[in-house]
Nanobody, 119 residues
Framework: QVQLVESGGGLVQAGGSLTLSCVAS????????MAWYRQYPGKQRELVAA??????TDYADSAKGRFTISRADAQAVNLRMNALKPEDTADYYC??????????????WGRGTQVTVSS
């Protein structure tokens, strides 16, 4: 069984910074892409940033220049968010494409962490 656990959300003033962390655990053979998504009320989840096993990154336009995704180790990913804006207020979800010990590859999601940016 594989789990993703997020941490680091909270309340911050506009212009401030937060770092979200996600740690994967369980019967993991290899983690391929790890990513952060966010979801506004009543909307679909949208990609914020992603990082591949080899370290290639991809960012939403809204995140470029302000957010940085990095792999803390083989089973953990961080999202450093600077210059936060009220429109960054959302629930943030960790996502990972994981090959487990049965060599089956699946998409996994964490339960989410809330980020609130006050103006």
């Amino acid at each position: 069984q594989v789990q993703l656990v997020e941490s680091g959300g909270g309340l911050v003033q506009a212009g401030g910074s937060l770092t979200l962390s996600c740690v994967a655990s369980g019967s993991i053979y290899r983690i391929n892409t790890m990513a952060w998504y966010r979801q506004y009320p009543g909307k679909q989840r949208e990609l914020v940033a992603a990082i591949t096993y080899y370290g290639s990154t991809d960012y939403a336009d809204s995140a470029k220049g302000r957010f940085t995704i990095s792999r803390a180790d083989a089973q953990a990913v961080n999202l450093r968010m600077n210059a936060l804006k009220p429109e960054d207020t959302a629930d943030y979800y960790c996502n990972a494409v994981i090959e487990d010990l049965t060599r089956t590859t699946r998409d996994y999601w964490g339960r989410g962490t809330q980020v609130t940016v006050s103006s």
